[in-house]
């Protein structure tokens, strides 16, 4: 089983397409950014990922899975790992690499939604759902998974339209 979704091939490749000159075109950074990106990837996703993992517990990436269907319903063969997935960690390797660290950032939300202070003490505190609403997210990766995961969230089981705080 790969270590990491994508191959630097493939990510030169990719930002090429694109038109992005990735900040270092040495093999090694890069897949040390792809190994990076997978394993955030899986981390934050896997909870809307559909189906099951091929290789049960002992498979040390969250694709390919057995038992998965993009939103429209179609079968996702179980012997391959989609291009989304592949794409967003080309996606979220490039932020790793543009800011090293990005995707391991310690973050703890602010504990007060305001505090005001007129004659009187008011204080609102922020409220979150879950640790999902709290995570690191990027836009370009959420736009590559949406076909995968758009009806599907951390606690959603699978109903189509629900919104998600990013």
Same mark, same amino acid.
């Given at each position: 089983?790969?270590?990491?979704?994508?191959?630097?091939?493939?990510?030169?490749?990719?930002?090429?397409?694109?038109?992005?000159?990735?900040?270092?075109?040495?093999?090694?950074?890069?897949?040390?950014?792809?190994?990076?990106?997978?394993?955030?990837?899986?981390?934050?996703?896997?909870?809307?990922?559909?189906?099951?993992?091929?290789?049960?517990?002992?498979?040390?990436?969250?694709?390919?899975?057995?038992?998965?269907?993009? !939103?429209?319903?179609?079968?996702? $063969?179980? =012997? &391959?790992?989609?291009?989304?997935?592949? +794409?967003?960690?080309?996606?979220?390797?490039?932020?790793?690499?543009?800011?090293?660290?990005?995707?391991?950032?310690?973050?703890?939300?602010?504990?007060?939604?305001?505090?005001?202070?007129?004659?009187?003490?008011?204080?609102?505190?922020?409220?979150?759902?879950?640790?999902?609403?709290?995570?690191?997210?990027?836009?370009?990766?959420?736009?590559?998974?949406?076909? !995968?995961?758009?009806?599907?969230? $951390?606690? =959603? &089981?699978?109903?189509?339209?629900?919104? +998600?705080?990013?």
């Amino acid at each position: 089983m790969a270590t990491s979704y994508g191959t630097p091939t493939g990510f030169l490749a990719y930002c090429s397409e694109r038109g992005i000159t990735p900040p270092s075109v040495v093999t090694g950074a890069i897949q040390s950014a792809l190994q990076v990106a997978s394993e955030w990837l899986d981390n934050i996703y896997r909870p809307s990922f559909p189906g099951m993992k091929t290789g049960g517990r002992d498979q040390e990436r969250e694709w390919p899975r057995a038992g998965a269907t993009d !939103i429209y319903g179609y079968a996702i $063969p179980s =012997d &391959t790992v989609p291009n989304e997935i592949t +794409y967003a960690t080309y996606e979220a390797a490039l932020q790793d690499m543009n800011s090293p660290g990005s995707l391991s950032v310690d973050y703890t939300p602010p504990k007060y939604k305001r505090v005001s202070v007129h004659g009187a003490i008011s204080v609102e505190y922020a409220q979150y759902d879950s640790l999902y609403d709290m995570q690191m997210r990027f836009a370009k990766v959420d736009m590559w998974l949406s076909v !995968i995961t758009a009806s599907r969230g $951390p606690t =959603d &089981t699978g109903h189509v339209g629900k919104a +998600y705080r990013v």
